[in-house]
């Protein structure tokens, strides 16, 4: 389950102001509001991307990220919980 997240003004990469664009925690940023990913209508056509950009993203990294997190470099059991 992934939660969907929405802050009430556009982005703007202008601005460096990161509580507007990149930590929107719900209920400590004014505006910003959540939902589970499994109530967005659009999770059927979304998902597969996200799933593709997460794993572009993540995937060079996470055999150095589980060596570290679990201490015992198996990345495969740091992989399920990710």
Same mark, same amino acid.
């Given at each position: ?20 664009? *990149?930590?929107?925690?719900?209920? $400590?940023?004014?505006?910003?509001? +959540?939902? %589970? #990913?499994? =109530? ?20 060079? *990294?996470?055999?150095?990220?589980? $060596?570290?997190?679990?201490?015992? +470099?198996? %990345? #495969?059991? =740091?992989?399920?919980?990710?």
């Amino acid at each position: 389950e992934f939660l969907c997240k929405a802050h009430p003004l556009p982005y703007d990469p202008g601005d460096p102001d990161p509580a507007r664009h *990149v930590h929107c925690t719900v209920d $400590a940023h004014e505006g910003v509001t +959540g939902w %589970p #990913g499994s =109530a967005w209508p659009l999770r059927e056509a979304t998902w597969p991307e996200l799933r593709r950009l997460l794993a572009e993203c993540l995937l060079p *990294v996470l055999p150095a990220f589980a $060596a570290e997190a679990l201490g015992s +470099g198996a %990345p #495969g059991r =740091a992989a399920e919980v990710l």
